[in-house]
T-cell receptor
């Protein structure tokens, strides 16, 4: 079974530029997540999708970050304009089942995209 | 609010030594899940184990074992006879449902040959 795919693996941009990341979850997985992992810290959830709907985006800086999952499969995360503090690894994860109040499924992670903002 | 504390920032052990990684959590939920993930230098988070709050049985998988104690809100991870390939950052994580997972800050384990 293919894992979670992400591209690009590395990206270097200057501040105020725009950048987009792509994620393809494991086939059939209903839930998709984007995390930001700053060096030396644990991953922080940015946004969670259930199929093509947003479940949680409470920690997404909406003035500059946006994400979509139009057909309920692939997803893109965009930063516009980027700031120095956005330098981090952006991780995509997916889990198989639909969202419920009492259930948490295991999340499977992709390799991440390392963003450097100069 | 939920919180995960991994007090050990970095640990170094000599190969074949046993090592325990500590994890303490806080949650108000009665039903919750605990996870351990491994993040090798390549960067990908690798799932190791998932436990729910109703199952306090300890678990052993090869050289890995986990000790879950609700009374102390701890979910510790022990590697027996450590190997160089175990060198990585290990994250403990907690979810109280809705699939929202909170990660600890991680423990970097270095196994010296």
């Amino acid at each position: 079974e293919a894992g979670v795919a992400q591209s690009p693996r590395y990206k270097i941009i200057e501040k105020r530029q725009s950048v987009a990341f792509w994620c393809n979850p494991i086939s059939g997985h209903a839930t998709l997540y984007w995390y930001q992992q700053i060096l030396g810290q644990g991953p922080k959830l940015l946004i969670q999708f259930q199929n093509n709907g947003v479940v949680d985006d409470s920690q997404l800086p909406k003035d500059r970050f946006s994400a979509e999952r139009l057909k309920g499969v692939d997803s893109t995360l965009k930063i516009q304009p980027a700031k120095l503090e956005d330098s981090a690894v952006y991780l995509c994860a997916s889990s198989p089942f639909t969202w419920t109040r009492t259930r948490t499924d295991t999340q499977y992670f992709g390799p991440g995209t390392r963003l450097t903002v100069l | 609010a939920q919180k995960v504390t991994q007090a050990q920032t970095e640990i170094s052990v000599v190969e074949k030594e046993d090592v325990t990684l500590d994890c303490v959590y806080e949650t108000r939920d009665t039903t919750y899940y605990l996870f351990w993930y491994k993040q090798p230098p390549s960067g990908e988070l690798v799932f190791l184990i998932r436990r729910n709050s109703f199952d306090e049985q300890n678990e052993i998988s090869g050289r890995y074992s986990w000790n879950f104690q609700k009374s102390t809100s701890s979910f510790n991870f022990t590697i027996t006879a450590s190997q160089v390939v175990d060198s990585a950052v290990y994250f403990c994580a907690l979810s109280g449902g809705y699939q929202k997972v909170t990660f600890g800050t991680g423990t970097k384990l270095q196994v010296i040959p």
